[in-house]
């Protein structure tokens, strides 16, 4: 009897802790479309993922909202050659999910080329079963 304990103990120190539940994975798909629309400068799902209230803060200050950032992104005023979200997680409190990752990307913004890395929270909303971002904020990340 000891054996198997000791053996049931084993098995459950060694499963990952960074399992993702349900919900977890469903915000982390549509995190995943809103990053491949801003990269395919796709407006209809740009506007699909987004709310018509959203504030979208830049690392700058500047803030847009659905209509000037899906604007912005299918103009190539913002244009992202490529587009890398990292070291994320992922926050769920009810029908709210808080989203920080690290984006890091090549653009030509204006035919402008450019790199940004930059730390962001995303913040989502469920609404009629559906996770739509609600609000988003960038920040400069210290070089230490």
């Given at each position: 009897?000891?054996?198997?304990?000791?053996?049931?103990i084993?098995?459950?120190?060694?499963?990952?802790?960074?399992?993702?539940?349900?919900?977890?994975k469903?915000?982390?798909?549509?995190?995943?479309?809103?990053?491949i629309?801003?990269?395919?400068?796709?407006?209809?799902?740009?506007?699909?993922?987004?709310?018509?209230?959203?504030?979208?803060?830049?690392?700058?200050?500047?803030?847009?909202?659905?209509?000037?950032?899906?604007?912005?992104?299918?103009?190539?005023?913002?244009?992202?050659?490529?587009?890398?979200f990292?070291?994320?997680?992922?926050?769920?409190?009810?029908?709210?999910?808080?989203?920080?990752?690290?984006?890091?990307?090549?653009?030509?913004?204006?035919?402008?080329?450019?790199?940004?890395?930059?730390?962001?929270?995303?913040?989502?909303?469920?609404?009629?079963?559906?996770?739509?971002?609600?609000?988003?904020?960038?920040?400069?990340?210290?070089?230490?």
């Amino acid at each position: 009897m000891k054996k198997i304990f000791s053996v049931i103990i084993i098995v459950v120190c060694a499963m990952p802790t960074n399992a993702q539940t349900k919900t977890e994975k469903q915000v982390a798909e549509v995190v995943e479309q809103l990053r491949i629309a801003m990269l395919n400068a796709d407006s209809a799902t740009l506007h699909n993922l987004t709310l018509p209230s959203l504030s979208y803060g830049h690392s700058s200050g500047h803030i847009d909202n659905q209509e000037s950032f899906v604007q912005k992104i299918v103009s190539g005023k913002s244009d992202f050659v490529t587009l890398e979200f990292a070291n994320q997680t992922i926050t769920i409190n009810k029908n709210v999910a808080m989203v920080r990752h690290r984006l890091n990307a090549k653009t030509n913004d204006s035919g402008m080329p450019g790199e940004v890395h930059l730390g962001v929270l995303l913040i989502w909303q469920k609404l009629h079963g559906h996770w739509k971002l609600l609000a988003r904020q960038a920040f400069k990340i210290n070089k230490t």
